[in-house]
Nanobody, 116 residues
């Protein structure tokens, strides 16, 4: 069984920074892509950023130049550095991985609140 455990969420003022981390454990499959999604109340879950096994990153337009995704293949971890946070970044953030067989796994989510 595969487990994804996120950490690092919390409350931050606008303009501040947070770093989210996700550790994958268990019967770890061959991972193709790791990433972060978020879901705000009343909204659909959306992709924030993803990164391939080769290190190629993809970002939502709304977070480009503010967020940076990184991945440690040896430690099966993925992180999201979030800078210049805005109130509209408030959401539950979910760690995700996709295997080469196109199976998806999700973490339990971590709350990020940006408010003064």
């Amino acid at each position: 069984q595969v487990q994804l455990v996120e950490s690092g969420g919390g409350l931050v003022q606008p303009g501040g920074s947070l770093r989210l981390s996700c550790v994958v454990s268990g019967s770890i499959p061959s991972i193709k892509t790791m990433g972060w999604y978020r879901q705000a109340p009343g909204n659909q879950r959306e992709l924030v950023a993803s990164i391939t096994s080769g290190g190629s990153a993809n970002y939502a337009d709304s977070v480009k130049d503010r967020f940076t995704i990184s991945r440690d293949n040896a430690k099966n971890t993925v992180s999201l550095q979030m800078n210049s946070l805005k109130p509209e970044d408030t959401a539950v953030y979910y760690c995700n991985l996709e295997t080469w067989s196109r199976r998806m796994y999700w973490g339990q989510g971590t709350q990020v609140t940006v408010s003064s």
